[in-house]
């Protein structure tokens, strides 16, 4: 017995392609504009530099504790002209500078403002105080960690920009 096909394999292949095609045409995307994206690293809040900020004030309290819903780290709760705003200082900074820093301390701190869980915070990229300015950040708005100097610094210089205070 001989079979007979009525369908060639390229007119059944160009049949299932073209109802491919119309079942995709048929069903709405739905697409929506993309949000506006900000690039982040790691898992910690989102650093905009776009919307940096500079806040003079005076440090009113000092906070080593984590509290939940918070960045890790040391923040520092600045009396501003808009009220108390809590600065994120992050983990990284040298012991001398975290002794350094106390209440009652005027201190001028560049950075950005995120909102974290409904809260405002303050990301510093740069603390000046007492004549020192401490890198916290990076233009990125990475934390920056504390550089170990091997070398001794050079007699009668004294460097005005630290990162984060200097070494360890």
Not at 28 to 38: D, K
Request: charged share 15%; aromatic share 2%.
């Amino acid at each position: 017995m001989r079979r007979n096909r009525s369908t060639k394999p390229t007119q059944l292949i160009a049949g299932l392609l073209a109802g491919l095609l119309l079942a995709i045409l048929a069903v709405p995307l739905g697409a929506q504009p993309a949000p506006e994206t900000r690039t982040g690293h790691g898992f910690g809040p989102v650093y905009d530099a776009a919307h940096e900020t500079t806040l003079n004030g005076t440090i009113q309290e000092v906070v080593t504790k984590r509290t939940a819903g918070s960045p890790v780290g040391m923040h520092l709760l600045v009396a501003g002209p808009e009220g108390v705003v809590d600065a994120h200082v992050g983990p990284y900074l040298t012991k001398e500078t975290q002794e350094a820093l106390h209440a009652g301390l005027p201190v001028q701190i560049v950075g950005a403002v995120e909102q974290l869980h409904g809260k405002s915070v303050l990301l510093a990229r740069q603390l000046i105080f007492g004549g020192r300015t401490v890198t916290v950040r990076n233009e990125n708005g990475l934390l920056a960690r504390p550089t170990h100097r091997n070398a001794p610094p050079e007699a009668g210089k004294t460097s005005r920009s630290e990162v984060n205070g200097g070494a360890r």
